[in-house]
């Protein structure tokens, strides 16, 4: 039955409030909604979902561990940003959800397959693609991306091998978003202090031995249009040692010059107010320090097989500045990845979408039963919490068009999912073996004080899940009367 007009169901884990959305109408079966990927995003879509009555959310993850960039692209040294994940745990005790790990969508299961157990998949898959720098050197080795030495602090085991070279007294990262800073960062932190956070013992260890005495962060355009933002840069000043040099110093004070006092230039000015009180790169510095430099455009990375140098030209003329540097970094955006049997816009690196339901580009007609939210959805933009807006508005549309009748009603069981699902991928980690990973990397860490230690393998990943409880039969009864 409908609920009667003006009232609201409380959220099932305070994630981000309800809004006036069409309520889900009875059905002699309940909506169920696959949701591909288990980051901010689809956490936040599944949140939406679960407020209503009777909704089931089946969540598919290709990691054996959930919720994406929170665990791997967040910095160490930001503990508090992780404690979203305490609210996403509270989430996962939800009835009507059910997580699936370590299986992939697109290799062991088909977007098919998903459409033929659900009324709808949604996609919250990010943009898992770094943008790459086309100059000459790139392939040498000591290049990589700002992206993915976050991925190794975090122990992600597709990262774990990185090999991040620290033997060099410079690093260089050529952009400086809010991901530079905060690799830049980590770098030129105490590793005294690093122990106490969850990063990866590997990359602690690195650290420890690291000969890293300055990291330049590099950007073609002025200080004005820096990239990073107003909270992160005042973050980056209380923790590391931060200067500029006297050209660099003088192109922000050309840019307060210029810059209005309306609203809109409020958080440029600053920005630029606390650059200008930076310290002089000309002077002594007894710990490794972060450059910030303006107005260079990459030209070539040079090295006989490594990298040994970046060379710049000044933005606009034809200066050359060379950087000696033993490990370059490139943070410069990135892209999303076309998913199978979905159409993708290849110049936008998204899945063409209206408010989240996905439609044909070229006819602009709705494919049924496909949804998208977050930067697949809506390109590498806002933050953690803007996924909050954007998951409701996608599943304000899927609703919506479940009410409509326009979307087919599943040919299985939810039971014959898991059937299905187990005899694709034996390997699957359920919610139990989740719990039992997140258990077992707590009590790791607390013998150190630290919040975790990471496993970083998926092999330990899975011994640890195949510890964990199995369900009893009642409640695999209950599960199959529940689908």
Not at 86 to 112: C, P, W, Y
Not at 219 to 234: C, K, N, W
Not at 349 to 362: K, L, M, T
Request: with cysteine; aromatic share 4%; charged share 25%.
């Amino acid at each position: 039955p409908e609920r009667p007009a003006g009232k609201k169901l409380p959220p099932t884990s305070k994630l981000a409030p309800v809004i006036p959305a069409p309520m889900v109408r009875a059905r002699h079966r309940p909506l169920t909604v696959a949701i591909v990927g288990s980051g901010p995003a689809a956490m936040y879509a599944a949140d939406e979902l679960l407020t209503q009555q009777g909704v089931r959310v089946n969540m598919f993850e290709k990691l054996p561990t959930p919720y994406g960039l929170v665990r791997a692209g967040v910095a160490p040294d930001h503990q508090s940003t992780k404690r979203v994940t305490r609210l996403f745990d509270r989430m996962t005790q939800h009835h009507g959800f059910t997580l699936f790990l370590n299986v992939e969508i697109g290799k062991h299961l088909s977007h098919a397959d998903l459409l033929a157990h659900h009324h709808a998949v949604l996609y919250a898959v990010g943009a898992p693609n770094d943008r790459r720098l086309d100059i000459d050197g790139m392939e040498l080795a000591g290049t990589a991306t700002a992206t993915e030495v976050v991925a190794w602090f975090n122990g992600h085991p597709d990262f774990a091998s990185l090999a991040v070279d620290l033997s060099h007294e410079r690093v260089v990262i050529i952009g400086n978003g809010n991901v530079a800073l905060d690799v830049a960062r980590i770098l030129t932190a105490d590793p005294d202090e690093l122990a106490r956070t969850d990063i990866a013992d590997h990359a602690l260890a690195a650290l420890r031995t690291s000969k890293v005495r300055e990291v330049v962060i590099a950007a073609r355009r002025g200080p004005a249009d820096s990239a990073f933002t107003l909270p992160e840069l005042i973050g980056l000043t209380a923790k590391a040692e931060v200067v500029l040099d006297a050209a660099d110093h003088q192109l922000v004070q050309q840019d307060l010059a210029r810059i209005g006092s309306g609203p809109a230039d409020a958080s440029t000015r600053a920005k630029l107010e606390i650059l200008s009180k930076l310290g002089d790169a000309a002077a002594p510095s007894t710990r490794p320090r972060i450059r910030l430099a303006y107005q260079l455009t990459p030209h070539r990375v040079d090295g006989p097989a490594r990298v040994v140098a970046v060379e710049f030209r000044r933005t606009g003329t034809d200066d050359v500045v060379r950087l000696d540097a033993g490990l370059l970094l490139t943070s410069i955006g990135y892209r999303g990845k076309a998913i199978a049997d979905l159409p993708f816009d290849e110049s936008a690196a998204v899945v063409p979408n209206d408010g989240g339901r996905v439609i044909e580009p070229a006819t602009g007609d709705p494919v049924r039963g496909a949804y998208v939210a977050g930067w697949i959805k809506r390109g590498p933009t806002g933050f953690i919490g803007t996924n909050k807006s954007c998951a409701q508005q996608t599943v304000q549309e899927l609703v919506a068009d479940f009410n409509a009748d326009r979307l087919a009603e599943p040919a299985d069981r939810s039971s014959a999912l898991e059937r299905l699902v187990r005899a694709r991928r034996p390997a699957v980690v359920d919610i139990a073996g989740w719990r039992a990973i997140d258990a077992a990397e707590i009590g790791r860490g607390a013998t150190a004080g630290r919040p975790r230690n990471k496993f970083t393998t998926v092999n330990d990943m899975l011994a640890v899940a195949a510890t964990a409880p199995k369900p009893t039969l009642r409640e695999r009864l209950l599960a199959g009367l529940r689908g």
